[in-house]
């Protein structure tokens, strides 16, 4: 009878059968699961001693939904914290991304030669390069929390995920069996219920039947064969119900104590391992940090060593030695008498002129252009640059051609170095012709012989050009302004900004003598100059200084006075306007036979 109360096994129900199973059960199958996490051994009062940790599969067997959500939830932390991973590297990708653009953007687009070299700009461009150090050091971090956290925590959890599908489905079968075997026993059962309650039935037939008078022997007989075939056959679904109660109670012991303690246990390992993963995933996601750290200390300090590397007094030199024209001040202007051409008659005491010198030309307008032509103190006109730098101020030109003469000393060493080369291979071939043809380096010894030669004459020319600066220290005087530069200079020497000729050979030779008139208001003549030819601007020029002509590249202007070797040609644009323009600047074409042509000799 108890055992005909026994209910289907269910997960929610395991609670209420185990305590229906009683105390042995608890004690056999607390024998069977020493590997557990329990102890198998019982001390002299009975008392039970834990040995081990808290195991799923022992105080957790009946919570088997919970256990399914649980793992569930973890694997969804573990990708929730991948995510995590990755946007944390994006922002670090997107972070050195905007670094390097930024350094990029500062950096200086010039050439090496042409970049300043003032130490708050070398200062500031050592901090870019350590800024660009430290963005790659950032790169590294993205680089190596996606490599090492993010792309391992994603494919862990694909191995989660397939281990703990695995688990589950063995969890569901061994359900599913115990399920089967629960349901043939309670058909036994249900069976030998049935046909127990038949037997009943057929003793109570036969007891009635052989207690009542009026019943023939037959049915009494009969009745007492169906009592025996009744009773046979009860015995039989008893026997058959005791079999399969005994292979179900078997059964359901080899679940609950052996195969779903070790489906659980199999799962607590899947999620204990990943909680250890994701602790060492933390770890090598600080660790990556850290490692950088050093670096981007570096990186910081050259930032601070820039800083204190700015020096005031360097710069302020510096600025000197770019702009020193080596030129002197301009001296006094000395006063000039006009009153020595009055005098008074012996007898009136009237005053009368004597003979102007007609050579001397007006004092007057001869100060206002020298004033206007002081290029010292205005901006200099702008011009193609010329091989000798002749168009520098003597200092400027000096260095420029010491420079100059500094990078093609170094060439020909280069190209010394490789003839030396060249010869030596060519001793070996001749030695040892299994090596190579001799005949095949002569090409390349010419060549290099050729650029030893160009090199060389370079070299001379530029020296000679140097020598020529450093051997004229009269430069600085000519430049001195005083009564007979203001009043006997030509217009030709000085252009109509005050720069000095581009020709060096023009720097001593004694100017002439010029027709009095001449500066007379050049530019406010009622009857304008004839042309001479034509001319085409080769660039533009912006003519800010007074006296200057602007043009265009390109531009079609008159010429109205040649070059007189101060490098400036006088010109008519076709509205007009009359200046002067750099002769570098223009195409020049001269009309032959041209009639009122004003030349200087």
């Not at 994701?278 to 670096?295: H, N």
């Not at 900004?497 to 002439?512: A, L």
Request: proline share 5%; with cysteine; aromatic share 8%.
């Amino acid at each position: 009878r108890r055992a005909s109360q026994t209910a289907p096994v269910s997960w929610s129900r395991a609670t209420a059968l185990r305590q229906e199973r009683g105390l042995v059960a608890h004690r056999h199958r607390d024998r069977k699961l020493g590997s557990f996490g329990w102890g198998n051994d019982y001390g002299q009062s009975g008392s039970f001693v834990r040995r081990g940790a808290m195991s799923w599969g022992t105080e957790l067997w009946d919570q088997f939904d919970n256990l399914e959500k649980h793992t569930q939830w973890g694997i969804d932390f573990l990708e929730r914290y991948a995510k995590f991973v990755k946007e944390r590297t994006e922002i670090e990708q997107n972070y050195a991304k905007q670094l390097r653009n930024l350094v990029k953007k500062y950096c200086p687009k010039r050439p090496k030669d042409e970049e300043p070299r003032f130490s708050s700009c070398l200062s500031f461009y050592t901090i870019l390069n350590e800024l660009n150090d430290y963005a790659g050091q950032r790169e590294v971090v993205a680089e190596e929390m996606g490599h090492k956290v993010y792309g391992e925590l994603m494919r862990y959890s694909q191995e989660l995920k397939s281990e703990r599908k695995h688990h589950l489905q063995e969890g569901r079968k061994a359900q599913q069996y115990l399920d089967h075997c629960w349901k043939q026993m309670d058909n036994s059962k249900k069976k030998f219920e049935r046909e127990c309650r038949e037997a009943e039935k057929a003793q109570l037939n036969y007891e009635r039947l052989d207690n009542e008078v009026n019943a023939t022997k037959s049915e009494v007989e009969k009745a007492k064969s169906q009592l025996y075939l009744r009773t046979h056959m009860a015995d039989e679904s008893k026997n058959e119900y005791a079999a399969q109660l005994q292979n179900f109670n078997g059964e359901q012991w080899k679940h609950f104590n052996a195969a779903i303690p070790q489906i659980f246990k199999n799962l607590q390992d899947m999620d204990e391992r990943r909680t250890v993963k994701l602790g060492d995933s933390y770890k090598t996601f600080a660790e990556v940090e850290r490692r950088v750290i050093p670096i981007i200390s570096k990186c910081l300090e050259g930032m601070v060593s820039a800083a204190k590397s700015v020096d005031e007094r360097r710069d302020s030199l510096i600025v000197v030695e770019s702009f020193k024209s080596g030129f002197e001040p301009p001296g006094e202007f000395p006063f000039e008498d006009f009153s020595q051409n009055i005098y008074r008659t012996g007898s009136d005491g009237t005053i009368s002129t004597p003979k102007i010198d007609s050579t001397k030309p007006d004092p007057k307008h001869s100060i206002g252009k020298a004033k206007n032509k002081l290029w010292l103190f205005g901006k200099k006109p702008k011009g193609p640059t010329l091989e000798d730098f002749s168009h520098l101020p003597p200092e400027q030109r000096r260095k420029k051609l010491q420079q100059r003469i500094d990078e093609l000393g170094k060439e020909l060493q280069k190209e010394v170095d490789q003839r030396d080369a060249l010869n030596k291979m060519k001793d070996v071939y001749e030695k040892s012709p299994q090596m190579g043809d001799p005949g095949s380096l002569q090409p390349k010894i010419s060549e290099t012989m050729c650029n030893i030669e160009r090199l060389r004459s370079e070299i001379h020319k530029n020296e000679s050009w140097l020598s020529e600066v450093e051997s004229k220290p009269g430069m600085r005087a000519d430049r001195r302004p005083s009564a007979e530069v203001n009043h006997h200079a030509p217009h030709g020497r000085e252009s109509p900004e005050g720069s000095y000729t581009e020709d060096p050979s023009q720097e001593h030779r004694s100017p002439p003598q010029p027709d009095p008139h001449e500066f007379d208001d050049e530019f406010e003549d009622d009857d304008p100059l004839p042309a001479i030819g034509h001319c085409k601007a080769l660039y533009g020029f912006d003519g800010q200084n007074e006296g200057t002509l602007v043009m265009q590249e390109g531009e079609v202007l008159y010429i109205i006075e040649e070059d007189k070797g101060d490098g400036w040609t006088r010109a008519r644009k076709q509205s007009g306007e009359e200046g002067y323009v750099p002769t570098s600047y223009v195409d020049i074409t001269l009309e032959k036979n041209s009639k009122g042509a004003v030349t200087y000799i």
